[in-house]
């Protein structure tokens, strides 16, 4: 297993949250950590009217968000190689952290062909 992809979506967040580019930067760091993964960057940008993009870089692969305030619904990607992590709980988090009325979440496990797998990844 190269990683596992959790693709989450969230309906009926509070609007609030999903403008403030300040909660979504901590919320980002806090799904980093409960998911046991190394922050490494993140950076974001609030488009005007509304809405916020962000992207927590990790060492492990990625956490990125796009809100739609004026809808109250976020776009979540959470990314992470291995198997010590647990992009699971990241998901839960910012589902309770965006106070989300209901979200929809797809796991994939990413992997490489079989074929592969003995192959060595040189940079």
């Not at 960057?41 to 005007?48: A, K, L, P, Y």
């Not at 291995?82 to 965006?98: H, S, V, Y």
Request: with cysteine.
């Amino acid at each position: 297993m190269v990683g596992k992809h959790c693709i989450l979506e969230l309906y009926g967040c509070d609007q609030y949250k999903l403008n403030d580019e300040a909660f979504v930067r901590t919320s980002l760091t806090a799904a980093s950590k409960i998911a046991g993964a190394k922050l490494l960057n993140m950076i974001t940008h609030r488009f005007q009217p509304q809405g916020i993009t962000g992207l927590a870089l990790l060492a492990e692969s990625h956490i990125s968000i796009h809100t739609w305030p004026e809808s109250r619904y976020a776009a979540i990607d959470v990314f992470t190689c291995g198997n010590q992590t647990m992009p699971e709980k990241a998901c839960n988090l910012l589902a309770r952290e965006f106070g989300a009325k209901s979200n929809l979440l797809k796991s994939f496990i990413r992997d490489t062909p079989h074929h592969m797998e003995d192959l060595t990844r040189n940079p």
